[in-house]
């Protein structure tokens, strides 16, 4: 088989008419030193070429340099600091030949006293307090006057004794007044001293904002119900309608995302880190194509990379196929590294039994460093049986002249308009074709080895990686499912087994817990209209007798023949996200071990991901 790609679709040259040597470059901020924590200022450099890429990076005095935004086509970024100190700003300025580093010092200076501030976000503020004695922490706590609410804290941070702190306040409902003060924690978590009370009144959402989901109670609380996870972080499918948000658990808004740029583009928010600090992928709408970025509880980009810049490093590092677009996945790892999902896409000829060349998308996995740099890669045209086809056949489409795509699918670079609808010898219809023969949609994660679980929908497979935090060779150690390497102890019947499922997570070592949408199962393949059904499945596996046991099989209260994710909640009930039902809303059922339903919400949108979480700052995983 030959693999056949032009890069050049994918990974524009750089190469510029008027370069840099010849430029007289000036970087420029909007705003003089000495401003404000959460105050964004925005770089830009001047004179510079039309097609430069930029690299914005910053360093606090005394600690490590952190990038923002790895090389980018936009000149003008944004950044956001909340830490009080002297900053060195370096952006780094390119053009396909040479490199030009240019640099700037700047201030970040603290609030008088203790005080609690609005953001441009009418839900989140900002609380400033002096610096605390080195060896304790800090956290901030806040609760509704008038009991509608119960406290929420921040997560703490560190005390030097020499520096002011900085929190963001988030997961407040609009027009609310709220009580809020500082706590000092000694190193066992114990309370050693309260700050000053002060009130703040959140603001009330813009007017204009129709893109927020709707969500109402679908089933009331029952006594069963989780207490300790009682907000939900919703993140809707990007092009399907609605913004990631957060609300309680009867529906009230407490957070959404506001986006730095007004006319930005739908994303699709895939985790929540620690210290309120949230990953989204998304289409960009400059030459980037696609982005993947972290942004804090205001909405500032805190780090960002795209496609150009990952299809770069790929190839630099021996990558044989094109980088396309990153999609479905990106999250934090407990070490600071990120683990991202991407596409690629080849011709081979002769593949998957069919005749001639074959176009064929497929998967890369990246690992990456704190400053988003690829340290880690993976192919699956390297480490799956390319004769493993779709099995449902699943194709992906692209119109180019209206830039249509099927749903789930990426714009295709390579595949060419060989013949139409009807198939080979039918007239060409100007729709391109690909065959989607993994649609990977999530990355587990096992603290314990660093191995990663790739969810490959469309082999019904969960497919263990040694990846070792970057260290790993990449081999695949095992596929959990139907046909793969592991014996049910629960019999034989292939429908015990996922089908077409999302989100698969590791609970502990030896349990993967995972949405199963259920599309390929018996019932469903005999009645596509009334037999189908999806479930939260909680697997235990023994990786030395390859034997795996079904703990739990949960249906669900609708079928969602797409997206959808399940979480093990503190008191062992799980939490379903049927994600997409008839096109056009989701429900969030949490289902007792006995299959009881505690409580289901309804969102006026498809969702891809659900989280029940105590508060905002808590890493979910």
């Known amino acids: 088989m030959t693999l056949k790609y032009t890069r050049p679709l994918v990974a524009a040259s750089l190469a ?31 004179n510079a070429p039309a097609n ?16 923002i935004y790895d090389y980018t086509s936009i000149n003008g970024l944004r950044w956001t600091p909340l830490e009080v100190g002297r900053y060195a700003v370096t952006m780094t300025v390119r053009d396909g030949v040479n490199l030009e580093t240019l640099r700037a010092g700047f201030l970040i200076r603290p609030t008088p006293g203790v005080s609690v501030r609005e953001t441009r976000h009418p839900l989140v503020a900002i609380y400033g307090a002096p610096a605390c004695p080195a060896g304790l922490r800090m956290a901030v706590t806040f609760s509704p006057e008038g009991g509608t609410q119960l406290p929420v804290s921040t997560d703490a941070k560190a005390c030097d004794g020499n520096t002011a702190m900085n929190f963001y306040l988030g ?87 506001n986006p730095p740029d007004a006319d930005e583009s739908g994303v699709t928010l895939t985790r929540m880190s620690s210290g309120g600090r949230i990953m989204l992928i998304g289409a960009a709408t400059s030459n980037d194509r696609f982005r993947v970025r972290e942004i804090d509880l205001v909405g500032n980009t805190l780090r960002e990379t795209n496609a150009r810049r990952l299809s770069e490093q790929f190839a630099a590092n021996g990558g044989t196929v094109p980088l396309t677009t990153i999609h479905h996945e990106a999250r934090e790892l407990p070490n600071g590294q990120w683990i991202v999902l991407a596409h690629s896409e080849a011709r081979i000829d002769g593949a998957q039994g069919e005749e001639g060349p074959v176009d064929i998308l497929s998967d890369i996995i990246l690992g990456l460093d704190r400053n988003m740099q690829v340290i880690w890669q993976w192919d699956a045209f390297e480490h799956v049986d390319l004769e493993k086809v779709a099995i449902l056949g699943e194709l992906c489409t692209y119109n180019p002249e209206t830039g249509a795509t099927q749903g789930g699918c990426p714009i295709l670079f390579l595949s060419q308009d060989d013949y139409g609808p009807e198939g080979p010898g039918s007239e060409p219809d100007g729709v391109l074709e690909a065959n989607d023969w993994l649609h990977s949609n999530a990355l587990g994660y096992r603290e314990s080895d660093g191995t990663i679980v790739m969810s490959i929908r469309h082999l019904d497979w969960m497919m263990g990686i040694d990846y070792a935090d970057g260290q790993g060779t990449g081999a695949v150690k095992w596929n959990l499912g139907k046909d793969g390497d592991f014996t049910l102890t629960d019999g034989v019947d292939p429908d015990l087994w996922q089908s077409h499922q999302h989100d698969n997570n590791f609970i502990g070592d030896n349990q993967m817990l995972v949405y199963d949408n259920g599309n390929a199962l018996t019932a469903c393949a005999a009645d596509p209209i009334n037999g189908c059904g999806s479930r939260a499945q909680l697997y235990s596996f ?5 034997e795996a046991t079904l703990e739990h099989s949960l249906a669900t209260r609708e079928y969602s023949f797409a997206l959808g994710s399940a979480q093990l909640l503190e008191n062992g009930n799980i939490y379903a996200n049927s994600g997409i039902i008839g096109f056009s809303y989701a429900l969030g059922d949490e289902l007792t071990p006995s299959g009881e339903v505690a409580l289901s919400l309804r969102v006026s949108v498809p969702v891809y991901r659900q989280f029940r979480v105590k508060d905002l700052y808590t890493r979910n995983d």
């Open 171 to 257: 997961g407040m409902l609009p027009e609310t007044n709220y009580a809020v003060r500082h706590v000092l924690l000694s190193p066992n978590g114990t309370e050693v001293v309260q700050g000053p009370l002060r009130q703040f009144t959140t603001g009330a959402i813009p007017e204009g904002l129709d893109d927020i989901p709707e969500v109402t109670v679908d089933s009331p609380a029952t006594a069963d119900v989780s207490t300790e996870e009682r907000f939900v972080v919703f993140g809707p499918t990007a092009g399907l309608g609605g913004r990631p948000i957060a609300t309680d658990l009867d529906g009230n808004l407490v957070w959404y995302y």
């Open 16 to 46: 510029l008419a008027a370069g840099l040597a010849n430029a007289q470059l000036n970087l420029v901020s909007d705003l003089p030193p000495g401003q404000l924590p959460g105050t964004s200022v925005t770089w830009s450099v001047e």
């Open 542 to 546: 023994d990786e030395n007798t390859m």
């Open 52 to 67: 430069a890429t930029y690299r914005l990076a910053v360093t606090r005095i005394g600690g490590q340099q952190q990038v």
